[in-house]
């Protein structure tokens, strides 16, 4: 069964630093997405994108986020200088023209130190 | 504002009984409605949807929910608990006419006992 997957999965940094969080969705899938989960606390919507572009973001996707598909198999989340509160657990998620439910990856868990 | 309540932090079951998670939502215009499971450390696993139809529509692992417009919840329900159903659960929405992002409940942590 086609599925959703991220690497890494566990990654640590330093504050201040960048991390790229890789996803590679489901081959034939049109729509992409980010979410988090802060440990105890609800899924978040992050971001969407569609045809290489942002279609929607929340307001926790600031101009310290950003998501690219650079090479038409990949989708990355990249957070630009890391700060504590961005640990969480971070979730790719894909979904099909047609159908109308997302499949979601294995998450990465980021620890900000 | 869309938005997700689901009124309980757990739900506890002996193993054979029936179950039910419950969730209300709040959507302008036709909801799409998704339960998700997350066992531990793991992603969020698909299990049903509601879309438009039948009000009880039938999912992964013999989970059932039912959809109840009036009353604006879909909860979710299995006529017998097995142990290894415990995990946490998640209901989600989102407009029909809208955005394609989906809104979380909290999650309900389901634990069925032998």
């Known amino acids: 069964e086609p599925e959703v997957t991220q690497t890494p999965s566990h990654q640590v940094t330093q504050m201040g630093q960048e991390v790229i969080l890789r996803c590679v969705p489901i081959s034939n899938h049109l729509y992409f997405y980010w979410y988090r989960q802060i440990l105890g606390q609800k899924v978040e919507f992050l971001v969407s994108?569609?045809?290489?572009?942002?279609?929607?973001k929340s307001e926790i996707f600031d101009d310290q986020f950003s998501v690219e598909r650079p090479d038409g198999s990949n989708f990355t989340l990249k957070i630009r200088s890391t700060k504590l509160e961005d640990s969480a657990m971070y979730f790719c998620?894909?979904?099909?023209?047609?159908?109308?439910?997302?499949?979601f990856g294995q998450g990465t868990r980021l620890t900000v130190v | 504002a869309q938005s997700v309540a689901q009124p309980e932090d757990q739900v506890n079951v002996a193993e054979g009984n029936p179950l039910t998670v419950k969730c209300t939502y709040s959507?302008?215009?036709?909801?799409?409605l998704f339960w998700y499971v997350q066992y531990p450390n793991r992603g969020l696993q698909f299990l049903l949807k509601?879309?438009?139809?039948?009000?009880l529509v039938k999912g992964s692992y013999g989970f059932e929910a039912e959809f109840n417009k009036s009353q604006t919840s879909f909860h979710l329900k299995k006529p017998s608990a097995l142990v290894s159903d415990s995990a946490l659960y998640f209901c989600a929405v989102r407009a029909a006419d809208s955005s394609y992002k989906l809104i979380f409940g909290s999650g309900t942590r389901l634990l069925v006992r032998p």
């Open positions: 998620a894909s979904r099909g023209r047609q159908g109308t439910e997302a499949f």
């Open positions: 994108f569609y045809n290489n572009e942002i279609s929607e």
């Open positions: 509601y879309i438009t139809g039948d009000n």
């Open positions: 959507v302008s215009g036709n909801p799409y």
